[in-house]
T-cell receptor, first 113, second 113 residues
Framework: SQTIHQWPATLVQPVGSPLSLECTVE??????LYWYRQAAGRGLQLLFY??????ISSEVPQNLSASRPQDRQFILSSKKLLLSDSGFYLC????????????FGEGSRLTVL | GDSVTQMEGPVTLSEEAFLTINCTYT??????LFWYVQYPGEGLQLLLK?????DKGSNKGFEATYRKETTSFHLEKGSVQVSDSAVYFC????????????FGKGTKLSVIP
């Protein structure tokens, strides 16, 4: 069966520090991968998606970046965090082709102080 | 563009009460519609879906019917339990080749004994 894991689960970082959140998927090949952010009262915002290794599309201009160094690995990064980067970050995957279900990771809670 | 509007929360109900969470949408083409649920501290998981007009999605006692004439996909449950306390998200896939779901802002449900 397919599983998705992301870490760390909780992170407290000072303003201006770097960020790296990692997500891995097991049990499937060539998935679409996604990073969402959930801010209080604002629902889910798609940040990045990837349809293959090295292919990243950004939905929202920001100081975050994403990379997909391997088929089932998706990394969210920042060189310098802002207060506004605080939130709950969710990684997700889906199969290729006609739309079906998104499968979400457990989420990473980021607090920038 | 596509959009999803769901009722503002939070919603507080007593155990065994009837639940309705309203969801309406705007989309081009023939979207698929979804309800996702997020339990405290976790990622989202698919609750139910409907892929064409008049379809009824159901799972764990929850139901939602795809109403094209009213562009709605309201979530209902006849008798809620404390364990149903969560945030519920309505979402759509326009089916137009987009790689993202469009989510509503979420409705927080609290069920009290």
């Amino acid at each position: 069966s397919q599983t998705i894991h992301q870490w760390p689960a909780t992170l407290v970082q000072p303003v201006g520090s770097p960020l790296s959140l990692e997500c891995t998927v097991e049990g499937t090949s060539n998935p679409n991968l996604y990073w969402y952010r959930q801010a209080a009262g604002r629902g889910l915002q798609l940040l990045f998606y990837s349809v293959g290794i090295g292919q990243i599309s950004s939905e929202v201009p920001q100081n975050l970046s994403a990379s997909r160094p391997q088929d089932r690995q998706f990394i969210l990064s920042s060189k310098k965090l802002l207060l506004s980067d605080s939130g709950f970050y969710l990684c997700a995957w889906s199969v290729k082709g006609p739309w079906g279900e998104l499968f979400f990771g457990e989420g990473s809670r980021l607090t920038v102080l | 563009g596509d959009s999803v509007t769901q009722m503002e929360g939070p919603v507080t109900l007593s155990e065994e009460a009837f639940l309705t969470i309203n969801c309406t949408y705007t989309a081009t083409g023939y979207p698929s519609l979804f309800w996702y649920v997020q339990y405290p501290g976790e990622g989202l998981q698919l609750l139910l879906k409907a892929t064409k007009a008049d379809d009824k999605g159901s799972n764990k006692g929850f139901e939602a019917t795809y109403r094209k004439e009213t562009t709605s996909f309201h979530l209902e449950k006849g008798s809620v339990q404390v364990s149903d306390s969560a945030v519920y998200f309505c979402a759509l896939d326009s089916g137009a080749g987009s790689y993202q779901l469009t989510f509503g802002k979420g409705t927080k449900l609290s069920v009290i004994p």
